[in-house]
C-alpha cells in the first residue's frame, strides 16, 4: 500500500511534468524581452513549482495558493492588453453589425458562430441526465419521464433547451422518414437556421 503523502507527490510531479512538456517554450528564449526579463520569467516558474510542491507538504488556506498562482503567472499578466483590445475590437464589431443590420440579424449572426442551441441542448440534456439518475430505481420509468419533461421546463433556459432538443429529435425523424420514402437523403438547410 502506498501511503497517500508519496501518492499525492507522485501525482503532482505527474502534473508538473505534463504541464512543462505542454507549455511553449520559445528556444531563443522570450522574444522581444530583454535577456533581464527571461531570466526573470524562469525564476518565476520556478516559483510556481516550488509553491506547488510545497502545498502537497504544508497546509494553505486554497484562497492564498491561488492567490499565489495569479500572481505568479506573468504570462496572464502580458496578456492582459491585447485582451483588452479583443474585447473592446469586437465590442465595437458587434455594435457596428447592430446599428447597419439591425439586432435580429446580429441575433442570427451571433447564434450561429455561438451554436447557441448547442449549448441548449446540452444544458437540457445534461439536467435531463442527472434527474434521471437521480430518480432510477426510485420510480417506474413513465414516472421519471414525467418528472423529467415538467422538472426540466421549470426555467426559460429550461424550456429552450427542451425546445431544442425537440427540434433536433424531429429534424432527425424528418430526415430518417424522407430517406425511407425517397431512398436518398434529403438536406433541408431551412430547418438549420435559428429554432426556436
Not at 528556444?27 to 533581464?36: S, W
Not at 469586437?90 to 447597419?100: C, E, H, I, L, V
Request: glycine fraction near 6%; include cysteine.
Amino acid at each position: 500500500m502506498i501511503p497517500s503523502a508519496l501518492l499525492n507527490l507522485f501525482v503532482r510531479c505527474l502534473l508538473a511534468g505534463i504541464y512543462f512538456l505542454t507549455r511553449a517554450h520559445p528556444a531563443e528564449g522570450y522574444v522581444g524581452l530583454d535577456p533581464g526579463l527571461s531570466k526573470l520569467y524562469t525564476a518565476l516558474d520556478i516559483l510556481i513549482l516550488s509553491v506547488f510542491f510545497i502545498t502537497a507538504l504544508v497546509q494553505f488556506p486554497p484562497l492564498v495558493y491561488l492567490g499565489l498562482t495569479i500572481v505568479l503567472q506573468t504570462s496572464l499578466w502580458i496578456s492582459i492588453p491585447q485582451l483588452y483590445n479583443f474585447l473592446r475590437q469586437s465590442w465595437d464589431n458587434t455594435k457596428r453589425t447592430r446599428n447597419q443590420f439591425g439586432l435580429s440579424h446580429l441575433i442570427q449572426v451571433e447564434s450561429g458562430r455561438l451554436k447557441v442551441t448547442t449549448v441548449f441542448r446540452l444544458f437540457w440534456i445534461s439536467r435531463a441526465i442527472y434527474d434521471i439518475f437521480n430518480r432510477v430505481g426510485i420510480e417506474p420509468f413513465p414516472q421519471i419521464l414525467k418528472f423529467v419533461l415538467t422538472n426540466g421546463s421549470e426555467t426559460l433556459l429550461g424550456v429552450i433547451g427542451l425546445t431544442v432538443t425537440v427540434s433536433a429529435i424531429c429534424h432527425q425523424v424528418i430526415l430518417y422518414l424522407s430517406l425511407l420514402v425517397t431512398g436518398s437523403k434529403i438536406i433541408n438547410y431551412t430547418t438549420n437556421l435559428i429554432s426556436s
